[in-house]
């Protein structure tokens, strides 16, 4: 079973940078997509950026051009680099990795890590 570990949360001033980290056990090769997810205090949790297993991205409108996600496929992780903080930016941070039944011939998978607090404010 594959388990996710997010680190690299904190406080940063609106402005700043931030990067995230979500470790992979398990091989990362076996999962088709991998994704950041955030949740703001009393709001739904959405979608900020994916990667398949190819290397093609997506972002949410919100992100675009000053978050990057990217998935380093020797080292088990995912990293998302956040630019360009701000306040409306907060929220816990979640990885998420999934793979749809019948993918390298491998079971479905849809796990989650714990979660990571970004926090954006002077």
């Known amino acids: 079973q594959v388990q996710l570990v997010e680190s690299g949360g904190g406080l940063v001033q609106p402005g700043g940078s931030l990067r995230l980290s979500c470790a992979v056990s398990?091989?990362?090769?076996?999962?088709?997509?991998m994704a950041w997810y955030r949740q703001a205090p009393g709001k739904q949790r959405e979608l900020v950026a994916d990667?398949?297993?190819?290397?093609?991205?997506k972002y949410t409108d919100s992100v675009k051009g000053r978050f990057t996600i990217s998935r380093d496929n020797a080292k088990n992780t995912l990293y998302l680099q956040m630019n360009t903080l701000k306040p409306e930016d907060t929220a816990v941070y979640y990885c998420?990795?999934?793979?749809?039944?019948?993918?390298?011939?491998?079971?479905?998978?849809?796990?989650w890590g714990q979660g990571t607090l970004v926090t954006v404010s002077s």
């Open positions: 990667v398949s297993s190819s290397g093609n991205t």
């Open positions: 998420n990795a999934n793979r749809p039944a019948g993918w390298l011939g491998l079971n479905g998978l849809d796990a």
């Open positions: 398990g091989n990362i090769f076996t999962i088709y997509i």
